[in-house]
Structure formats: C-alpha cells, structure tokens
T-cell receptor, first 115, second 111 residues
Framework: GAGVSQSPSNKVTEKGKDVELRCDPI?????LYWYRQSLGQGLEFLIY????????KSGLPSDRFSAERTGGSVSTLTIQRTQQEDSAVYLC?????????????FGSGTQLSVL | RKEVEQDPGPFNVPEGATVAFNCTYS??????FFWYRQDCRKEPKLLMS???SGNEDGRFTAQLNRASQYISLLIRDSKLSDSATYLC????????????FGQGTELSVKP
C-alpha cells in the first residue's frame, strides 16, 4: 500500500512568490498534520485536520500561511509572499485518528528554499 | 515555556553504554505519549508508545511519570545503529488531539 506522498520533494522559489505544497495521506486516515522543520531543529506544529472538524490552525506562523484539505483526503499548504525564513522542510503526516490510533505516518517532506 | 521539552544534546556514548533521555510536558491533561526516532535527513518514525505502567521493547524502555509530567526513554547496550535524534511526542486531548513534538535529543554512538 502507498504511504504518505508529498510533492514536490524540492522547491526553490524567489522571495515574494507564492508556493503550494501537496500532501496525499494514506487512504482512510482521518487525521492529517503539517509540520515544519528547520535545519537542526525539532518539528514545529503548523496545522491539524481531524475528520470533518474545524482544523486546528494554532501553529501557523503568520497569515501568509494557509492550508486546506479537500474531501477529507488531499491537503495543500500554501505560503504566500514567501520570505527567506520560510526555508525549511515541510512534513506532512497522517494517522487513522482517534484515541489509540495516533501513530503518525510521515511523508518524505518538501524541502523549500527561498532565495 | 515550551509545551514539550527535552534534554539538550548531543549525547555521545560508546557502544554498549546505557543512555537515558528525559522529556517534560506542560499540559497536565495530556493523555498519550510517544517516542519517535529521526535519522539524519529522514522523516520521523514511531519508536514506541509510552504507557502508564511503563513498557519495554527489547533494549528500549519507556516510562511515564504523570505526577511530575515527564517521560523517559532508556536504551541499553547501545548499538552504532541507534545513532539518531529521539523525539518526544505528546497528544493533548483538551487541545483537540494535536500531537506536539519536542525539539529532539541527538544520540551518537561511537565504536
């Protein structure tokens, strides 16, 4: 079975441009997370989707960041007017969801470089 | 204060050593706890869940102390292949169930 798929694997963009990062979770997983990891740092929580509930956006660092999850499956993280400090690896993870089903399955991440 | 905090690293130990990592969490309502492992430039993978009674998986032992709000991971008889970053993860149901990662502790096992 397919795991979590993220695209693109690498993205180089110029400061001020918008970027979209895509995540295809494991089929049937109701929970989906986005994290950001800068070089040598831990995982920074960005946003969490659980089923049909309103997403938890408490980790989004600014209003330039937004994410959506269509049909309870694919998710897109959008960064508008990118800045150099946005450069990081963006990791998506999914889990079956619910108490006792919290094991996270991560994608390989998108390495974003803002020049 | 960060929601989840870990021992600063790196830990440099010889093969065969026993090493312990601690992790503290700030939300007393937290109910689920995990240790993940992350190899260099790879995605994190679940190492083990942490149960109230403590649990063991081969050379790895995880313990939870709810009163003091900390979690520990003990690795016995360290192998070179244990070299990685170990991430403490906490799920807080009163915050909708999101999973929060600590900053990680790097372990380097030397021959």
């Amino acid at each position: 079975g397919a795991g979590v798929s993220q695209s693109p694997s690498n993205k180089v963009t110029e400061k001020g441009k918008d970027v979209e990062l895509r995540c295809d979770p494991i089929s049937g997983h109701t929970a989906l997370y986005w994290y950001r990891q800068s070089l040598g740092q831990g995982l920074e929580f960005l946003i969490y989707f659980q089923g049909n509930s309103a997403p938890d956006k408490s980790g989004l660092p600014s209003d330039r960041f937004s994410a959506e999850r269509t049909g309870g499956s694919v998710s897109t993280l959008t960064i508008q007017r990118t800045q150099q400090e946005d450069s990081a690896v963006y990791l998506c993870a999914s889990s079956p969801g619910g108490k006792g089903n919290e094991k996270l399955f991560f994608g390989s991440g998108t390495q974003l470089s803002v020049l | 204060r960060k929601e989840v905090e870990q021992d600063p690293g790196p830990f440099n130990v010889p093969e065969g050593a026993t090493v312990a990592f601690n992790c503290t969490y700030s939300n007393s309502a937290s109910q689920s706890f995990f240790w993940y492992r992350q190899d260099c430039r790879k995605e994190p993978k679940l190492l083990m869940s942490v149960y109230s009674s403590g649990n063991e998986d081969g050379r790895f032992t995880a313990q939870l102390n709810r009163a003091s709000q900390y979690i520990s991971l003990l690795i016995r008889d360290s192998k070179l292949s244990d070299s990685a970053t170990y991430l403490c993860v906490v799920n807080s149901y009163n915050q909708g169930g999101k999973l929060i990662f600590g900053q990680g502790t790097e372990l380097s096992v030397k021959p």
